[in-house]
Each structure stands twice: as structure tokens, then as C-alpha cells.
């Protein structure tokens, strides 16, 4: 600000005081000393009103000297005849500096309150404007033309934490350098307001402000003054922090509102492939069983047909229990993800589940070495028995598959803790290392151009039916082959009555 204008407040006290001396000395000999002090002390007044605190003080003092000078006698003499008026001067000095005070403090809180009530109103239209706002271009369009108004140009960098590092994308017409980066990163990572030197010219952002939700920090706002003001700029600080909180509230309702639709997208995509599979799995199964029936019967006929229409109906049985075998899989999996599944649940021995399934796929299993290790004394489980044993099937399915002629393939029941361990291993190549973690998604299989027919399905069941029971499963390698390991939860089995008991 010039100096002119910082003395031109003092020159107006001056003058309002000369013009008070002007207006009563006509009157000094028509009214008392006392009431042309209380005209001095009105111009005082009005000063402290108008100009503030500094030339209200400048103008007791200047009118005190005045009203001594004209019109206490001797006249046109600082000398006082009477000690009386050393007292009037005293008590007029006092009141004109406590009345200067006063008038000019509510003068300053009049000017703050107005000043906060303007700032509350623009901050009230900025958070209407950015309620409006369904992108991160429209925010910072936004905030651009706010703190235009205030000569302020702003970047917007939106932090991208994706990856390695954090990288930015910009919204704004001024393009930060590399030094404002850095100056901006450090804003970012120390969580803190950072101001540059503001000799550094024209045209640079000096201040950046992180832009903190309640949850992490998500950018910087970069601004770039109009003007070379600084103590402006400074005096904008309170605004200049309420348009960041309030940058940061939207910017993160918008990433809020964008995983909501997201997850609202998953959601419908997996109900629809839900009932793409469990309506496919009902319109195939009949047509699947009526073709394995006529392939029995062409097999059975009599008379036979000749040995080679035989084998060809023999395939087709073949594929079409397998087909029904994967439409089973299909429709279990749509029924668990459904979660219309009851489970029927009952205190009962692990073993008889191993045993009814070994003999499900005795066929398969016959060209392998099945090492079963279930200790007889193992306590009853709670558990749906069909399920259990559909988990078990797919297992040693899935291991007989992935392993050559003749391997072995074990199965370890165990207590461990308050769970009941089993695991299902082979002697094979073993699960990919880098895609261990996904064979329990649909549709995983365990290599990424398998030899051996499925879909990938069975894991995923396995996984769901033993959630279900309240267990976990895992899959892991290890020296010479994979396993998949799974739990079920003990619990107490209830109390039997001892059979002969009277």
C-alpha cells in the first residue's frame, strides 16, 4: 500500500478537528468551555468512527492542543491561567482516547463481522456450487472461478495413489514446473500449508494447501496470486483453507460415489451371470439325461448292433454324463452364490464321508495310490453330509486329474485346535506359483492352457460350501506335488446315552 494512503486517514482527523475549531470560534463567546469540549469530543467521535483507531488518538491529542491554544484563556497561548482547566484537558483527553477506543473497536468488529458474514455467504454459494459437481473437471472449474474472483488462478492436483508412488493429475490453466511439484508433494506428504518465497515473481504459486478428507489426503490446491499483495494473500489464508476442506469433502463423496456405482455394477453383472447359470444348468440337465438314457439303451440293445455303433454310443454316454456333471456344477454354484442353500447340518464321522466318496470315483481313482490317513478316533462334526461330500469328490477329482498314472494321492484328517483338518494332496506338477491365490475363483483353472477337460468350477465350490460351514480352505505346494488343505469348526457334539443303560 503507498504511503500517501496510510497518511491520508491522519490528514482527514486533521482536518476534521481544524474544521471544529473554524466552526466554534464564532461561538467562544456564546457558549460555556464545557459544551465546546463536548464539540471536540464529537469530532473525536467521528473519527475513531470513520478512520479508525490510529487517527481518532491523533485527533484527542490535536483537539485537546486546539481547544487550549483558542480558547482557554490567555487566547492564542499554550499558557493556562487557570490550573482548573490542566484538569478539564486531562478528563477531555481521557474521554476522547476511551471514547476513540471504543467507537474504533466496534468499528473493527462491525467490519469483521460484516466481513465474516460475506465470506460465510460466498462459502455457503461455493458449497452449493460443488454439491452440483459430478466430476473432477467440473470441482476444479468451479474452484477456479471462485478464487478468481479473489485475483487468485489455482491448480487442482488430484492425488493418484495407484501403483508405485503418488502421481497427480492437474486441473488448471497454469501448469506447475518442477520446483512447484516438489513444493506441492511436500505440501501432500507432510499433511501441512507450504508457502514459497513470494519475491519469486509473477505467476508462481506460492502457496499450496493439501487438500485432507476424513480419511486420507487426497491432492493439493496450488495457487497462484494476481497481484505481488502478500499481505493479502496472507489476510485470504482462513478463506483460502475453508475452499480446500470444502474441495476435499466434494473430491471425496466423488470417489465414494464412484466405488458405490462400482460395487453396484458387480453386483447386478454377478446376479446376471447368476441366473444366465442356474437357468442354463435347469434347461440342460433334462435334455443331458434323456441323452445318456438312449445312449444306455442303444449300448444294451438286443439284438446288439455291431461293435463299433456300440463304442460310438458308449462316448456319447460318456460325454453326456460328463456334460451333466458340469451342468450340476454350474447349477450348485448358482444355488450357493444365491445363498439359497440350507444346510443339513449333523453330528456324524468324517470317515463315512471319505468312504462314500472313494467309492463314487473308484473308476478314476483305480489308476492311483490312495494313501488315507483318518485316525478312527476323530470326534463327530457338524456338517451337511451331500455337500461334504460333493467338496471331497471334487478334491480327488481334481488331484487324480492333475497327476500322472500310478501317483499317489493322500488324505489326512487330523484334529488341529478347535477345528478338524483335512487335506487332500498329490504327487503332480502342482499349482502355478503365480496364481495360487485365484484357483478358488470361478472359472481358475490351474494352468493357464490345461490339457485336462473342466471349466474351473470345482475349487470354487469347495470354497463355498466350506465358508458355508464356517471353515477355510486353502491351496499350497509342496515338494513334489500340491494340496488343498480345508477346516471345519468342532464344536460340542451333544451327549449319548449309553446303550443297556436301565
Known amino acids: 500500500m503507498p504511503s500517501s494512503w496510510r497518511r491520508a486517514p491522519y490528514l482527514v482527523a486533521a482536518s476534521l478537528c481544524a474544521l471544529t475549531t473554524l466552526g466554534t470560534l464564532p461561538l467562544r463567546g456564546l457558549l460555556d468551555l464545557a459544551n465546546i469540549v463536548m464539540i471536540f469530543l464529537l469530532t473525536v467521535f467521528v473519527a475513531a468512527v470513520w478512520l479508525g483507531r490510529g487517527p481518532s488518538v491523533m485527533a484527542a491529542f490535536l483537539g485537546v492542543a486546539l481547544f487550549d491554544f483558542f480558547f482557554v484563556p490567555p487566547h492564542l497561548s499554550f499558557a493556562v ?36 458474514e460475506q465470506e460465510t455467504r460466498v462459502l455457503y ?7 452440483g459437481a459430478l466430476t473432477a473437471d467440473q470441482v476444479a472449474d468451479i474452484t477456479r472461478h471462485f478464487l478468481g474472483a479473489v485475483q487468485m488462478d489455482a491448480t487442482v492436483l488430484v492425488a493418484d495413489a495407484s501403483g508405485k508412488g503418488v502421481s497427480f493429475h492437474e486441473y488448471g490453466s497454469h501448469h506447475l514446473n518442477d520446483l512447484e511439484n516438489g513444493f ?25 494447501l493439501p487438500l485432507m478428507a476424513p480419511t486420507r489426503v487426497l491432492g493439493v490446491l496450488a495457487l497462484v496470486p494476481r497481484s ?46 447368476t441366473s444366465i447359470l442356474s437357468s442354463l444348468s435347469h434347461d440342460l440337465r433334462t435334455p443331458l439325461t434323456s441323452l445318456v438314457g438312449l445312449a444306455d439303451t442303444l449300448v444294451h440293445r438286443q439284438p446288439a448292433l455291431d461293435e463299433g455303433a456300440i463304442e460310438t454310443a458308449a462316448i456319447i454316454r460318456d460325454q453326456a454324463h460328463a ?40 473308476g478314476l481313482l483305480a489308476s492311483r495310490k490312495l494313501d488315507i490317513q483318518v485316525p478312527r478316533d476323530l470326534p463327530l462334526v457338524d456338517f451337511d453330509a451331500v455337500l461334504l461330500e460333493r467338496v471331497l469328490c471334487n478334491l480327488l477329482e481334481n488331484a487324480a486329474k492333475y497327476s500322472p498314472p500310478g501317483a499317489r ?4 484328517a487330523r484334529t488341529r485346535g478347535e477345528a478338524l483338518e483335512i487335506v487332500v494332496g498329490n504327487d503332480g506338477p502342482g499349482f ?38 464356517g471353515g477355510t480352505i486353502v491351496a499350497e505346494n509342496r515338494p513334489g506335488g500340491a494340496c488343498v488343505r480345508f477346516t471345519l469348526p468342532l464344536g460340542t457334539p451333544p451327549a449319548m446315552d449309553e446303550e443297556g443303560t436301565p
Open 409 to 412: 494321492i493322500e488324505v489326512l
Open 432 to 469: 502355478p506359483a503365480d496364481r495360487i491365490d485365484q484357483v478358488f475363483d470361478l472359472f481358475a483353472r490351474g494352468e493357464r492352457e490345461p490339457a485336462v477337460a473342466g471349466t474351473g468350477l470345482g475349487l470354487a465350490i469347495c470354497k463355498a460350501i466350506v465358508e458355508a460351514h
Open 81 to 116: 491561567a487557570d490550573g482548573q482547566y490542566l484538569v478539564t484537558f486531562a478528563v477531555m483527553l481521557a474521554v476522547g482516547l476511551i471514547s476513540s477506543h471504543l467507537a474504533a473497536l466496534l468499528s473493527e468488529r462491525t467490519a469483521e463481522a460484516q466481513s465474516r
Open 184 to 208: 506441492a508433494r511436500s505440501a501432500y506428504e507432510r499433511r501441512t500449508i507450504v508457502e514459497t518465497d513470494p519475491l519469486a515473481g509473477m505467476g508462481v504459486a506460492i502457496v499450496f
Open 228 to 273: 505481488d499483495d502478500v499481505d493479502r494473500v496472507r489476510a485470504l489464508r482462513p478463506l483460502l483453507e475453508a475452499v480446500a476442506s470444502l474441495l476435499a469433502i466434494t473430491l471425496e463423496r466423488l470417489h465414494y460415489a464412484d466405488a458405490a456405482q462400482d460395487s453396484e455394477l458387480q453386483v447386478s453383472a454377478e446376479r446376471l451371470r
Open 323 to 362: 456334460m451333466h456333471h458340469l451342468m450340476s456344477n454350474l447349477l450348485e454354484m448358482a444355488r450357493l452364490q444365491a445363498g439359497s442353500i440350507t444346510l443339513n447340518k449333523e453330528w456324524q464321522p468324517f470317515e463315512e464321508i471319505v468312504g462314500s466318496s472313494t467309492r463314487l470315483l473308484a
Open 125 to 131: 454459494q461455493l458449497a452449493r456450487d460443488l454439491g
